[in-house]
């Protein structure tokens, strides 16, 4: 299973509103695809401003890039996130408990 962690920062002064269209993302991927168990989590440290979302990625990177609500959040979230700091990073489990 390989799960991908998303990272982008959040405008200043907009903290709020980005988290709240993150929220909406993870939860329109999460009812249309329930496998994908999209997760929002913000740092505790490091950067304050950098949320992410957190999905089995082999359930979700298919699942909303045609998607018209997918579009139209991308849409709500303009100008609360600094697009050129996206980070996409993939990750393998390689044991569960």
Same mark, same amino acid.
């Given at each position: 299973?390989?799960?991908?962690?998303? @990272?982008?920062?959040?405008?200043?002064?907009?903290?709020?509103?980005?988290?709240?269209?993150? *929220?909406?993302?993870?939860?329109?991927?999460?009812?249309?695809?329930?496998?994908?168990? @999209?997760?929002? *989590?913000?740092?505790? #440290?490091?950067?304050?401003?950098? !949320?992410h979302?957190?999905?089995?990625?082999? *359930?979700?990177?298919?699942?909303?890039?045609s #998607?018209?609500?997918?579009?139209?959040? !991308?849409?709500?979230?303009?100008?609360?996130?600094?697009?050129?700091?996206?980070?996409?990073?993939?990750?393998? !489990?390689?044991?569960? @408990?």
């Open positions: 299973m390989i799960h991908q962690v998303s @990272s982008i920062n959040m405008m200043p002064g907009k903290d709020k509103e980005a988290e709240q269209v993150m *929220v909406k993302i993870a939860a329109i991927v999460n009812q249309k695809y329930p496998a994908s168990n @999209s997760h929002i *989590v913000r740092n505790l #440290d490091g950067k304050g401003n950098q !949320i979302i957190i999905d089995t990625w082999e *359930v979700a990177r298919d699942a909303v890039e #998607d018209p609500t997918w579009q139209a959040l !991308i849409q709500e979230g303009a100008g609360l996130f600094d697009e050129n700091s996206i980070e996409r990073h993939f990750y393998q !489990i390689v044991s569960e @408990s």
